[in-house]
């Protein structure tokens, strides 16, 4: 789902502050590397982050920042990574990480819509230890940067993001959906097999025998977890690389097609505009325009 390259920021701030972030076609973050802060939420609660907490906005909702919890934050928008320390006061001192991915909406991974508008991930002693490597990392090279830093930020920011969603499946208790699907030992195979070779021509009765369990019985628990037939999922999948490979590349379409697992362009041009609503052409030439 994500576009370009992710983008992040320091910031060092003295209270009484505030800012306010509007919606955006996107993912945004928030770390606290000194002092506290209040994040007012997209339904209006307002959460205390301190040193080490991290908070997630997978949906780029609107949300509000301030230094002091009586703080309005009735002022003008601000970008999610404005660049440069402020120094609105004289007050109590906050610094933060602050960074946004942009996200194309069109293919909505099931994952991203289990996800509330807000995940506070606290940085207490012992929790989510790679993420808070992740974290230390990364502000490392925002606060020094040496040679490879132009590299080196874009790889880590893309890491956090998979650190961030790890943490909040970690922190969930057991349920249904898409964060069940991904611990059951038996579907995770089956997923794993589809992401690592969506070319391959994969049946219900190969995928089950992945997953250890008969056709039938493989095909109830994977739809029942998943949300949709393990086919249908396939193909799903199969025509989000078409999309990134149209995009990405000038490889011809029959090339393409062979790569997720299509021996006919018909039958792959079919697919695709099934899903996309647009032909492989088509979509190319509207992503290069």
Known sequence: MRLGKPHSTRT?????????HEPFAGAGFHLVLEGTCWLTAPDGTRIELRAGDVA??????AHAL?????ASTDVPPSPLTEPG?????AGARTIMLCGAYLMDRSWPHPLLRELPDLVHLPGGLGRHQSLRGAVELLATELAWPRL???AVVPALLDALLLYMIRAWLEDQPEGSGWT????DPAVRAALLGIHSQPGQQWTVA???ALAG???AAFARRFTSLVGQPPLAYLTWWRMILAARLLRASDAPLRTVAAQVGYTSEFAFGAAFKRQHGLTPGTYRRKGTT
Do not use: N, Q
Request: charged content about 30%.
């Open 213 to 215: 369990l008969s056709r």
């Open 206 to 208: 190969s995928l089950g």
């Open 148 to 150: 490879g830093h132009d």
């Open 12 to 20: 060092e701030r003295r209270a009484p502050w505030a800012v306010r």
């Open 85 to 89: 320390e402020t120094d609105e006061g």
């Open 180 to 183: 069940t699907a991904v611990r």
């Open 66 to 70: 301030a230094g002091d919890p009586a």
């Open 56 to 61: 997630f906005l997978p949906h780029g909702s």
